[in-house]
């Protein structure tokens, strides 16, 4: 019988993933990640969420253990998070924390245990070619989360099950009803996943100092005054307190050399709307890169894939041109490449 360890998070997803497995026959076991020390109890959820998945295993009669990954987090997640704030960019932690924490030391973790592989909730399925093997898009369209996954590279996906790549969200609510887990009704975390559901300019800033700055026109005029450029991302509408009448204010640009916040009106500014990018930071799942032409990408984890044109400008960056112009693309954001269901790999927006 092949040993496979579960990530259970205390949620829905991993706790149903965990049950299937067992369903198909093979030696189950789990642990919980600690990603995060704090001691604000008033937004940390480790706690109930770690009495949530022990529940969960002793229903399913699985042996469960804690094991604190903090240090590798914070080490590899958490200071590139900074950093990139400070470089007036808007990072996805939760990709980094995926190839790095639950893909790699999670991973290293399990397979030296003896297991054959890791499991998690992840909605996303994978296939294997004669080229290798691929991640794809999950069943259930509206939960797929290859987006998330597009850095893991051949032996991750190798040695993971993804247990609900090939069923909905509505499903995995169903079983878990049906097994009276004390997860079945429990909502889906939100937000990034140390911080919890702080509000996020408070978290930010106990890491890096307030630098008020000028909110102006694409020609100079001012119109507000910003807190500091890291608490605001392109496309933002939000917490910009600018009165007046006329259409809403959006983030458009900003400009670290004179500390300012450009904004413009309308949702359709020609400056929210862009029909190239390019990328550097590029990591296929494969291992190499997928021959120049046409394919499909996405700029964020919530938005349509687009119909683009992918050229390489050198070895370490690439360039997209999307057949229509796409709203918000947003430096620091990761963007990510489709051939039909096929996850290819992706880059960080520059």
């Given at each position: 019988?092949?040993?496979?360890?579960?990530?259970?998070?205390?949620?829905?997803?991993?706790?149903?993933?965990?049950?299937?497995?067992?369903?198909?026959?093979?030696?189950?076991?789990?642990?919980?990640?600690?990603?995060w020390e704090d001691s604000d109890s008033d937004y940390c959820t480790i706690k109930q969420d770690s009495i949530d998945a022990i529940s969960v295993a002793d229903i399913l009669g699985i042996d469960i253990n804690i094991i604190n990954f903090s240090k590798e987090y914070k080490d590899r997640v958490f200071s590139y998070f900074l950093q990139e704030y400070k470089n007036g960019r808007?990072?996805?932690?939760?990709?980094?924390?995926?190839?790095?924490?639950?893909?790699?030391?999670?991973?290293?973790?399990?397979?030296?245990?003896?297991?054959?592989?890791?499991?998690?909730?992840?909605?996303?399925?994978?296939?294997?070619?004669?080229?290798?093997?691929?991640?794809?898009?999950?069943?259930?369209?509206?939960?797929?989360?290859?987006?998330?996954?597009?850095?893991?590279?051949?032996?991750?996906?190798?040695?993971?099950?993804?247990?609900?790549?090939?069923?909905?969200?509505?499903?995995?609510?169903?079983?878990?009803?049906?097994?009276?887990?004390?997860?079945?009704?429990?909502?889906?975390?939100?937000?990034?996943?140390?911080?919890?559901?702080?509000?996020?300019?408070?978290?930010?800033?106990?890491?890096?100092?307030?630098?008020?700055?000028?909110?102006?026109?694409?020609?100079?005029?001012?119109?507000?005054?910003?807190?500091?450029?890291?608490?605001?991302?392109?496309?933002?509408?939000?917490?910009?307190?600018?009165?007046?009448?006329?259409?809403?204010?959006?983030?458009?640009?900003?400009?670290?050399?004179?500390?300012?916040?450009?904004?413009?009106?309308?949702?359709?500014?020609?400056?929210?709307?862009?029909?190239?990018?390019?990328?550097?930071?590029?990591?296929?799942?494969?291992?190499?890169?997928?021959?120049?032409?046409?394919?499909?990408?996405?700029?964020?984890?919530?938005?349509?894939?687009?119909?683009?044109?992918?050229?390489?400008?050198?070895?370490?960056?690439?360039?997209?041109?999307?057949?229509?112009?796409?709203?918000?693309?947003?430096?620091?954001?990761?963007?990510?490449?489709?051939?039909?269901?096929?996850?290819?790999?992706?880059?960080?927006?520059?």
């Amino acid at each position: 019988m092949s040993k496979v360890v579960v990530g259970l998070s205390g949620g829905v997803d991993s706790s149903v993933a965990a049950y299937l497995l067992k369903e198909q026959g093979f030696d189950v076991s789990a642990i919980f990640m600690q990603n995060w020390e704090d001691s604000d109890s008033d937004y940390c959820t480790i706690k109930q969420d770690s009495i949530d998945a022990i529940s969960v295993a002793d229903i399913l009669g699985i042996d469960i253990n804690i094991i604190n990954f903090s240090k590798e987090y914070k080490d590899r997640v958490f200071s590139y998070f900074l950093q990139e704030y400070k470089n007036g960019r808007t990072p996805n932690p939760d990709i980094l924390c995926n190839s790095e924490i639950k893909f790699k030391a999670f991973l290293e973790h399990a397979l030296k245990s003896g297991a054959v592989a890791i499991a998690t909730g992840h909605y996303v399925d994978k296939i294997t070619t004669s080229q290798g093997t691929f991640l794809t898009k999950a069943f259930d369209s509206n939960k797929d989360q290859s987006y998330f996954l597009y850095r893991l590279n051949q032996h991750q996906i190798k040695h993971a099950i993804f247990p609900l790549g090939k069923i909905t969200k509505s499903e995995v609510r169903k079983i878990a009803s049906k097994l009276n887990l004390p997860t079945a009704e429990k909502k889906d975390s939100t937000g990034i996943c140390f911080i919890g559901e702080r509000p996020f300019r408070e978290f930010l800033k106990q890491y890096m100092p307030t630098k008020y700055g000028k909110m102006v026109t694409p020609d100079g005029k001012i119109v507000g005054e910003h807190i500091g450029l890291m608490y605001y991302t392109i496309g933002q509408r939000k917490g910009l307190g600018i009165g007046g009448l006329g259409d809403a204010w959006f983030v458009a640009d900003k400009n670290l050399e004179t500390n300012e916040l450009i904004v413009v009106q309308g949702h359709a500014h020609p400056l929210l709307l862009k029909k190239e990018l390019i990328a550097n930071q590029l990591s296929f799942i494969l291992g190499k890169k997928p021959a120049e032409g046409k394919y499909t990408a996405k700029t964020r984890y919530r938005m349509q894939e687009a119909k683009c044109t992918l050229t390489y400008i050198d070895e370490n960056q690439l360039k997209l041109v999307f057949d229509e112009s796409q709203w918000a693309i947003t430096p620091g954001q990761s963007v990510v490449i489709y051939d039909d269901t096929i996850c290819l790999g992706g880059g960080i927006i520059l």
